[in-house]
């Protein structure tokens, strides 16, 4: 299948930090979708961009949908404890057939 | 009501058992996924549904078996699963299973021991 290169693999950081994380993959993508999941639970859809070039927040997060269209990056500012959980990016490739593909995560330690 | 619901949140199943995870969605959706998630790695595509129509097997093996009786439910069968099989199973619903409507929304995950 089609790799998404995500990083960083994790990242132990202070309350009130800014946070960036990104995606990349030599394929092209229609769509970029970031999810998190926290311990025991299911990942949940954070923002999804559908154009490249589209900047599109979602209270302290802020996704990008790169030019090229084989990246995107996730920013979240002001860091705070609840923002603990693992991060994924995905999205339909087309080098997958159009089909939905998952980074491995970036895993995101807050200390307070 | 959520739009995608597992059941159960947690298993612990003997070797020789056999248990079902079960799935649904109201979301509407024509595809839905099974996923595993073992600890500190990435999430594992097993099989995939589309239209009641299973589109994807990821090698898989048959001590898991899927069912998919309609487009708002889908089963996962397990019958003498291994220790390595303990993992959070996820399952997962979209409007489609290529193109622009692919955006995933996924249940809480059944939690499954193997003892």
């Known amino acids: 299948g089609q790799q998404l290169n995500q990083s960083p693999q994790s990242m132990f950081i202070q309350e009130g930090e800014d946070v960036s994380m990104n995606c990349t993959s030599s394929?092209?993508?229609?769509?970029w979708l970031w999810y998190k999941q926290e311990p025991g639970e299911g990942p949940v859809l954070l923002i999804a961009?559908?154009?490249?070039?589209e900047l599109t927040s979602n209270g302290r997060l802020t996704a990008q949908f790169g030019i090229t269209r084989k990246d995107s990056f996730l920013n979240i500012s002001a860091s705070i404890p609840s923002d603990v959980g693992i991060y994924f990016c995905?999205?339909?490739?087309?080098?997958?057939?159009?089909?939905?593909?998952f980074g491995k995560g970036t895993l995101l330690t807050v200390n307070p | 009501e959520t739009g995608v619901t597992q059941t159960p949140r947690h298993l612990v199943m003997g070797m020789t058992n056999k248990k079902s995870l079960k799935c649904e969605q109201h979301?509407?959706?024509?595809?839905m996924y099974w996923y595993k998630q073992s600890a500190k790695k990435p999430l594992e595509l097993m099989f995939v549904y589309s239209l009641e129509e299973r589109v994807e097997n990821n090698s898989v093996p048959s001590r898991f078996s899927p069912e998919c009786p309609n487009s708002s439910h889908l089963f996962l069968h397990l019958h003498t699963l291994q220790p390595e099989d303990s993992a959070l199973y996820l399952c997962?619903?979209?409007?489609?299973?290529?193109?622009?409507?692919?955006?995933?929304?996924f249940g809480q995950g059944t939690r499954l021991t193997v003892v």
């Open positions: 394929s092209i993508f229609n769509t």
């Open positions: 961009l559908y154009k490249a070039g």
């Open positions: 995905a999205g339909p490739a087309m080098g997958s057939n159009y089909k939905l593909t």
């Open positions: 979301l509407g959706h024509n595809a």
């Open positions: 997962a619903s979209s409007q489609d299973y290529q193109g622009m409507n692919t955006e995933a929304f």
